[in-house]
Nanobody, 125 residues
Framework: QVQLVESGGGSVQAGGSLRLSCVASGYTYSSGCMGWFLQAPGKEREGVAGIYTTAGSTFYADSVKGRFTISRDNAKNTLYLQMNSLKPEDTAMYYC??????????????????WGQGTQVTVSS
């Protein structure tokens, strides 16, 4: 059974940084993707960063390019999201997700079978 557990959220002022972590247990899909999504109150969940599990290649939403970096430590089964130059509009619940198969660099939520419970990020101006 796959479990994803996020941590690292919190409150920060605009321009600050946070690093989110997601520990994955039971995830053995070598051709899949892992990603970070955000969901603000009243809005749909949207992808911000993704990484191919084995190849390590990454993809980002335009809104975070140059500010956020996704990475994975396979030895620790941990996914990271380094968030720099945070903006108030980055405020949201952040979710870690994992797919069973190739996601083709897509953030379509139906491609991701496994989800964590989320960690809150609040950026104040």
């Amino acid at each position: 059974q796959v479990q994803l557990v996020e941590s690292g959220g919190g409150s920060v002022q605009a321009g600050g940084s946070l690093r989110l972590s997601c520990v994955a247990s039971g995830y053995t899909y070598s051709s899949g993707c892992m990603g970070w999504f955000l969901q603000a109150p009243g809005k749909e969940r949207e992808g911000v960063a993704g990484i191919y599990t084995t190849a390590g290649s990454t993809f980002y939403a335009d809104s975070v390019k140059g500010r956020f970096t996704i990475s994975r430590d396979n030895a620790k089964n941990t996914l990271y999201l380094q968030m720099n130059s945070l903006k108030p509009e980055d405020t949201a619940m952040y979710y870690c997700a994992a797919s069973r198969y190739n996601c083709y660099a897509s953030f379509m939520t139906y491609k991701y079978a496994y989800w964590g419970q989320g960690t809150q990020v609040t950026v104040s101006s």
